[in-house]
Nanobody, 111 residues
Framework: VQLQASGGGLVQTGGSLRLSCKAS????????MAWYRQAPGKQRELVAT???????NYEDSVKGRFTISRDNVRRMLYLQMNSLKPEDTAVYYC??????WGQGTQVTVSS
């Protein structure tokens, strides 16, 4: 199993970024997927999940600003992040539950 995340960067408050995660080594379309993040000095936290049939759930602080999506043909997972805030600064990880993690991509939101 390989999960390769990309798309992070430095953005100003109110800006947008789209994270991508390329999946390989398993049957992507049959698996729920998730995005997590870990800010400096904090525990890793769940940001959003998407089921194999596209049902989504979000952590309260990102509802209405972030959108998780998937492309089963391209085996890609996405996280569209709008109206970014400094508190969104973290390393973002894609995950195939229960135990497969991508390498993380840094998102930094400047005030």
């Amino acid at each position: 199993v390989q999960l390769q995340a990309s798309g992070g960067g430095l953005v100003q408050t109110g800006g947008s970024l789209r994270l991508s995660c390329k999946a390989s080594g398993f049957i992507f379309k049959f698996n729920a997927m998730a995005w997590y993040r870990q800010a400096p000095g904090k525990q890793r936290e769940l940001v959003a999940t998407i089921s194999s049939d596209g049902n989504t759930n979000y952590e309260d602080s990102v509802k209405g600003r972030f959108t998780i999506s998937r492309d089963n043909v391209r085996r890609m997972l996405y996280l569209q992040m709008n109206s970014l805030k400094p508190e969104d600064t973290a390393v973002y990880y894609c995950k195939r539950p229960p135990n497969n993690w991508g390498q993380g991509t840094q998102v930094t939101v400047s005030s």
